[in-house]
């Protein structure tokens, strides 16, 4: 290693980024381009009677309405979100039901408005309780993870436990809103379908369009170049690329949709609601003998995604006897999807709320008690970790915080009106990788050239690629250029499960070795195109994995609750993590720091209130759906420790892009309860709740 890794590097990208440069989907402005706006449905269950597009087409600038009368004919897609325009039924409000094409969005804007539908309602059905007649138990949450687990007897268990806390915990649906909302251009040329889309993976998209489209995947190029996030919601295909493929083939022009705010809640996923029950049974020196974690949650009734959040009390701790389980019901709602941490992040929430609640019973420090029942191996398979380092998080981060300066009696601490709290959580994240190709170039320029389909989608993946890449090559970081976010590039995995770094990256530096030891047999100049080398990893499945391979963190806060208005304020966040090797120091914080953040909105802010009325979403901006800004947390850091896994990937890395939201938000929760000796079991945290 040339020491390259683990540096600071700055983001190739940045300055076009900053300058305003760099290009995202909406904005390949080609001859002839067309704009699209989509007409949502205004029932929430039932079917479209009739369309009225006259008013539409006598608007200037509108060239057609697609409707599923007019529409180019799909093939059944896996992803049953995406059979849009085919038939009259209406599963949800914010189903779409038109498509109006027009010279210029702003007629097609005012088109869309002038789209008159006709429904035939039927009584809608959008809220979940914890009894709901349609609850059942799913064969698999998502992510593939078995709906429900069990060990021993953990009833009888938690019947004789000497401690017990047995409790309930609410998280409100949530939105990723990325800051760049979905968007898609797309053309058809020579039966060639040419597609800027705004996306996670442009392998997957393309695989997608393959399929709906009936093309093969030679005739078919994908480019995400610049995607302004995603958190999830663009790690699968959206309505905005079929409809901008189709809107193209109908008009023989090429097409951008790009979704406005208001209809992201709709159609781009959420995470479901979760509701969580939790018993825990302890003896007096707080060893657990009983885990169970229930979760109730909704799916639609397109498709059936249930959020996993159970599953992290699989990995945490240590006891005998053990129970976690879903129940979903399929409700008249839009379709739940991924989103940053999916099941982690509202399961650690659940579970490391109810761990302090457990210690408060006990009297004993949160942080002793989850060193107390550290397991040996991963509880509910058995498999030893490859790498787990919690301890040691927990007690770097307490070193870091002050933690031992702290009066563990609730109440305790006043500051005029405001009464001060401080909190502890612990976080996890599976530490995965998928499968990728990469292909590296030697020139006789002395530079060399990266190529694969990894998408960046903010994190910074270009610039950790061209780290492994010179480390590999053991040559200046200066001499590697890299093309990312093309499906022309060789096939890569999508940006999602944080694995996305650890399988491009596994690929990147195969290639590289290869090419370095072509190299050294190599005499003489370089040919003109160079020389090159191809890698294929396999990454490892976790199912075929020997370890239980997680990244581990811990998360502290501080918070002053304002007695007058109810207002919690955060003053102070600090995570330590331990999630293999560092790649890039700079842009590694950014994402820790993001995801502590966005957690910090899960705690206080953010949450997407279900209309039982309507049957939608009530919050559809930026100005309703309140996520934190720089004003929402006065101090904010993230530390890591140097974990050596050998067990992972050639560079040592584990996925750092979603566990900084882990546990982050019972941190806050914990130390409101500190601050206020009350325990609020509903996020999020808004002064209503808490006055
Ligand atoms: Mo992430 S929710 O796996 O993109």
């Not at 006259?54 to 009368?69: I, K, N, R, S, Y």
């Not at 781009?268 to 609601?273: D, K, L, M, S, Y």
């Not at 990266?450 to 780290?467: E, F, P």
């Not at 206080?604 to 009325?613: I, K």
Request: aromatic share 4%; net charge negative.
């Amino acid at each position: 290693m040339t020491g390259t890794t683990g540096a600071p590097a700055e983001r190739r990208e940045g300055r076009e980024k900053v300058g305003g440069t760099a290009r995202y989907a909406a904005e390949f402005p080609l001859p002839g381009r067309l704009q699209a706006w989509p007409v949502p449905a205004a029932v929430a269950r039932g079917r479209v009677t009739g369309i009225d597009t006259a008013a539409a087409l006598a608007v200037p600038g509108v060239l057609d309405v697609l409707t599923h009368e007019n529409a180019p004919r799909l093939a059944e897609p896996d992803d049953a979100t995406l059979a849009v325009l085919q038939d009259p039924r209406v599963p949800h409000r914010g189903w779409f039901v038109a498509l109006v094409v027009a010279e210029t969005l702003e007629a097609a804007r005012a088109g869309a408005a002038a789209v008159r539908v006709g429904y035939e309602a039927e009584k809608h059905d959008v809220v979940l309780t914890p009894s709901h007649p349609g609850l059942y138990v799913p064969e698999e949450a998502s992510a593939g993870q078995p709906g429900v687990r069990e060990q021993g007897d953990p009833d009888g268990a938690f019947e004789n436990s000497a401690v017990r806390v047995d409790v309930a915990y609410r998280v409100p649906p949530l939105h990723n809103h990325p800051m760049e909302p979905h968007a898609s251009t797309a053309r058809w040329e020579d039966g060639r379908l040419l597609v800027h889309t705004s996306s996670q993976g442009a392998h997957t998209v393309r695989a997608v369009l393959a399929g709906l489209f009936g093309l093969p995947e030679e005739r078919i190029v994908v480019t995400a170049e610049h995607v302004g996030g995603g958190f999830g919601s663009k790690g699968t295909p959206r309505p905005d690329v079929v409809l901008a493929a189709m809107a193209a083939r109908h008009t023989g022009r090429p097409v951008t949709v790009a979704f406005p705010r208001r209809h992201l809640p709709a159609v781009v996923g959420h995470r479901a609601p979760t509701l969580h029950r939790l018993r825990l049974g302890a003896d007096a020196d707080g060893r657990l003998s009983c885990l169970t974690h229930e979760v109730t949650t909704h799916t639609s009734r397109v498709k059936e995604f249930v959020e996993h959040a159970a599953v992290p009390a699989r990995v945490m701790y240590a006891a005998p006897h053990r129970r976690t389980l879903h129940r979903v019901a399929a409700l008249d709602v839009p379709s739940p999807s991924w989103m940053r941490a999916p099941g982690e992040a509202p399961g650690m929430y659940a579970l490391e709320s109810a761990v302090d609640e457990l210690a408060g019973e006990l009297g004993m420090d949160p942080i002793e008690l989850r060193v107390r029942n550290e397991p040996d191996v991963e509880p509910d398979s058995g498999r030893p970790f490859s790498s787990r380092h919690l301890a040691e998080c927990l007690r770097e981060g307490a070193r870091r915080f002050g933690w031992d300066r702290r009066d563990p009696r609730p109440r305790s601490r006043r500051d005029g009106p405001l009464l001060l709290g401080t909190g502890v959580a612990a976080a996890t994240y599976p530490a995965m990788v998928r499968p990728s190709t990469a292909e590296a170039r030697a020139l006789p320029d002395g530079t060399f050239l990266v190529r694969t389909d990894a998408a960046d989608i903010g994190t910074g993946a270009r610039t950790v690629l061209a780290q492994v890449a010179a480390d590999a090559l053991e040559v200046p970081l200066e001499r590697v250029r890299i093309e990312v976010g093309s499906t022309e590039l060789p096939s890569a995995p999508l940006a999602g499960d944080s694995s996305g770094t650890a399988s491009w990256g596994w690929a990147v530096h195969e290639a590289c070795t290869l090419l370095t030891h072509r190299l050294a047999g190599h005499t003489g100049p370089l040919p003109e195109q160079g020389i090159d080398a191809h890698a294929d990893t396999t990454g490892t499945a976790d199912a075929e994995s020997a370890y239980a391979r997680h990244a581990f963190g811990a998360h502290f806060a501080e918070v002053a609750v304002d007695t007058v208005s109810g207002e919690v304020r955060v003053a102070r966040l600090l995570g330590v993590y331990a999630a293999g090797r560092i790649l890039n120091a700079r842009t590694a914080r950014s994402q820790f720091v993001g995801g502590m953040t966005m957690g910090l909105g899960m705690a206080l802010t953010e949450g997407s209130t279900m209309d039982a009325a309507f049957g939608d979403f009530v919050e559809s901006d930026l100005a309703s759906y309140h996520v934190p800004v720089h004003a929402d947390v006065a101090e904010i850091e993230a530390h890591w420790l140097d974990e050596d896994d050998s067990r992972l990937n050639p560079m040592g890395s584990k996925g750092i892009g979603e566990i900084g939201i882990v546990g982050t938000a019972a941190a806050i929760g914990n130390a409101v309860h500190h601050a206020t000796g009350v325990r609020f079991r509903e996020l999020p945290l808004t002064p209503d709740r808490v006055l």
